[in-house]
């Protein structure tokens, strides 16, 4: 897992220092991953973007999350946990303060159980629709909030989950 974070830490700052005239943002969300399934529970925790716009209305980037929930099993406190690792699109409706998008994110989603120490994982592939706002606070912060249909592709069948993220976006 540190692996993982280090080479997406690496890969959204190198998009970050890319391209100097280009609109380039990075944002921390809060939020919520919930499987539709009637056995899933409700994990939060946080995701974190970088979105370089290629023109008014297109922007690509990279998104990295970890949403979580703790147990007490028997004594021993063991945490479930979902970490989507994505890239992104989204396409923006206007170019107004408040301004939502359509877009769509596609990568790895990581799924596991961790506690005294071990971590038993396994990543499969998915991608999410995703409809969101931007609403600008100033000329570099905007506040983002976004729902995503996730569909992750697991062993023999397909998992659907929704996604809940609200926070804010610093522009360079």
């Known amino acids: 897992m ?7 830490t690496i ?11 280009a609109q380039v943002s990075l944002g921390v969300n809060l939020g919520m991953f919930n499987g539709l399934s ?3 529970d409700t994990r939060f925790g946080l995701n974190i973007s970088s ?8 922007r690509i980037g990279a998104n990295i999350g970890y949403y979580f929930k703790s147990y007490d099993f028997s004594g021993t406190k063991l945490t479930a ?3 989507p690792i994505t890239g992104l699109f ?3 409706l206007n170019k107004r303060d408040f301004s939502p998008y359509i877009g769509s994110d596609i990568g790895i989603y990581r799924f596991g159980l961790s506690g005294e120490g071990e971590t038993i994982a396994k990543a499969y592939f ?3 629709s995703v409809v969101g706002f931007n609403y600008k606070l100033s000329d570099k912060l905007l506040l983002n909030g976004n729902l995503k249909y996730n569909s992750i592709f697991t ?7 929704i996604s809940i993220n609200a926070g804010i976006s610093y522009k360079f």
């Open 11 to 21: 890969f959204l700052f190198c998009m970050c220092i890319n391209d100097t005239k």
């Open 81 to 83: 946990f979902t970490m």
């Open 38 to 40: 009637s056995d899933s």
């Open 51 to 58: 979105k370089k716009s290629i023109n008014e209305k297109i």
């Open 126 to 128: 998915g991608l999410a």
């Open 2 to 8: 540190k692996k993982t974070l280090t080479l997406s």
């Open 90 to 92: 989204e396409y923006s």
């Open 155 to 161: 062993e023999g069948e397909s998992t659907s989950a």
